[in-house]
């Protein structure tokens, strides 16, 4: 089982990024997904999650800037990130929801900063 995130970049507050995680050797269908951000010294913290059906949830701290959509037919999870914020500043992951805590790959960084 391998996840690989990419995308992420430098951005300056009020821009945009769309992320990318790519899996393989898991029955991607039969899982629900989560994207995940973390910061030096702080838990890693959920941020958006798609069901097996589809349906989103996200925390107020995103909610109405970030989407996540999933492709089953290319087993892939994106994240596009909108009106960014400094405080969005992370690495990003991608894995299942709730998480499989030996799949973690190594995430991709997202700076947002003038």
């Known amino acids: 089982v391998q996840f690989v995130e990419s995308g992420g970049a430098l951005v300056q507050p009020g821009g945009s990024l769309r992320l990318s995680c790519a899996t393989s050797?898991?029955?991607?269908?039969?899982?629900?997904w989560g994207w995940y951000r973390q910061t030096p010294g702080k838990q890693r913290e959920l941020v958006a999650a798609?069901?097996?059906?589809?349906?989103?949830n996200y925390p107020d701290s995103v909610k109405g800037r970030f989407t996540i959509s999933r492709d089953n037919a290319k087993a892939t999870v994106y994240l596009q990130m909108n009106t960014l914020k400094p405080e969005d500043t992370a690495v990003y992951y991608c894995?299942?929801?709730?998480?499989?805590?030996?799949?973690w790959g190594q995430g991709t960084q997202v700076t947002v900063s003038s």
């Open positions: 894995n299942t929801n709730p998480p499989s805590p030996d799949y």
């Open positions: 798609a069901s097996i059906l589809g349906n989103t």
């Open positions: 050797g898991s029955d991607f269908r039969r899982y629900a």
